[in-house]
């Protein structure tokens, strides 16, 4: 359980870009930010770092190549139902703007 740790950030990531634009189109608001640029920015550092120090750990630790592939697989698993929320919302919400 303690190598998918460094993993989290990694599968929050896509979640914390699908939920603004969701809020967005089921309230009224419309002068609320789509995202917020800086806060975007560190948790994408974030979770870039934290995927590099997870495949430096497993490389550290010795995980062989099915481990490594569990994890990754694990990843876009978790990541699968943030990108079905992704790509219909962001055109919604853009069209709004125009």
Do not use: Q
């Not at 189109?25 to 870039?48: E, G, H, K, R, W």
């Amino acid at each position: 359980m303690k190598r998918f740790i460094l993993v989290i950030p990694v599968i929050i990531f896509p979640y914390i870009v699908a939920i603004p634009p969701l809020l967005l189109f089921y309230t009224s608001v419309t002068n609320m930010p789509i995202v917020d640029l800086p806060y975007l920015c560190v948790s994408y550092i974030l979770a870039l770092g934290c995927s590099v120090a997870s495949i430096a750990v497993g490389l550290k630790k010795g995980w062989d190549a099915r481990e490594m592939l569990r994890i990754s697989r694990l990843v876009k698993l978790l990541h699968i139902p943030a990108y079905i929320l992704i790509f219909p919302a962001y055109p919604l919400d853009y069209g709004n703007d125009l």
